[in-house]
């Protein structure tokens, strides 16, 4: 059941970012460029995604176990820290310069295209050496 | 501010929404988990040089499975959207690691703080993908417009 429902999440988490055009990196970047020829699709993106989880997070707060029996393992964390900002900034700068975030770059990753490639075996170097080197 | 009206994809996207939020509901009450793509990459990156940690993985496994599998169930229906990038290889490469780097010092991308996070309406979520949005507006206008 719990394999289930987390393939099926991915799956359909994958179809809506291709639909939604998340997984070309030039119209992700489109949507950057606030100054350009601005794209603001991808505003409806995020738009119609908390649409639909926002209501899902106020039933999950009532669960105390998920349908696979799985506990909830929802964040706790309030802190807003140095690391928190930082990390946001570092990414945000990455996902300016290239126009990949992880979702869609695996998703494209997943078709053979060479750039979602490169980029996906930068960031999980990247992610290796932030838990290696970076935190703590 | 010039909105491109013929790139703009409105009902495309929000149908893509639609369905990335129906996916986080159901990894949120199916596995009581967030489905963060950061946070689901490293945890399986975490567990992957020992099979048997992977087997106690198999959720997030499962979940990038899936992800894995989208392109390849799209193309059944629908033909391939074309993607490009306008960079090279080593700028590729820089944008990987910072983005790596970023994600998991911040604990979360556009998925786990933006889709998850403002869902739960979290203020941490919001101070990061302010950061972030922020920090991504000002690359592409530097780089666009200031080179």
């Known amino acids: 059941m719990g394999t289930v429902t987390a393939l099926l999440g991915g799956l359909v988490f994958g179809l809506g970012l291709i639909a939604g055009g ?19 699709s991808l505003a409806l993106v995020m738009g119609g995604a908390i649409a639909v989880a926002l209501p899902a997070f106020a039933l999950a707060r009532r669960r105390r176990v998920a349908w696979s029996g799985e506990p909830m393992d929802i964040p706790t964390a309030t802190h807003i820290d140095a690391r928190l900002v930082g990390g946001g900034i570092l ?27 490169v980029f996906t075996v930068a960031m999980l170097a990247g992610m290796l050496v932030h838990d290696r080197f970076i935190a703590r | 501010m010039a909105v491109d009206g013929a790139a703009f994809t409105p009902w495309a996207s ?28 490293a945890a399986v990156l975490r567990a992957l040089p020992s099979r048997e940690r992977l087997v106690r993985q198999r959720t997030p496994l499962a979940f990038v499975a899936g992800l894995l599998l989208a392109p390849w ?8 959207p074309a993607l490009s990038v306008d960079v090279g290889p ?15 010092m911040g604990n979360g991308c556009t998925s786990g703080h933006g ?7 979290s203020r941490r979520s919001l101070v990061n993908v302010l950061a972030f949005m922020g920090a991504g507006f000002a690359t592409v206008f530097v780089l666009r417009h200031l080179g």
């Open chain 1, 22 to 40: 998340m997984a070309n990196p030039s119209k992700v970047k489109a949507f950057l460029d606030l100054a350009g020829a601005w794209d603001p």
């Open chain 1, 91 to 117: 990414f945000g700068i990455g996902w300016g310069v290239g126009g990949f975030c992880p979702g869609p770059a695996l998703v494209a990753l997943a078709t053979g295209w060479w750039p979602a490639a």
């Open chain 2, 14 to 41: 929000l149908a893509g929404g639609l369905a990335i939020g129906l996916a986080a509901a159901l990894y949120l009450l199916g596995n009581g988990r967030i489905a963060g793509i950061a946070g689901i990459v």
């Open chain 2, 73 to 80: 169930v799209w193309r059944v229906f629908a033909p391939w």
């Open chain 2, 90 to 104: 080593g700028a590729l490469v820089v944008a990987g690691l910072l983005v790596g780097i970023g994600v998991r």
């Open chain 2, 115 to 121: 889709v998850c996070g403002l869902s739960r309406l």
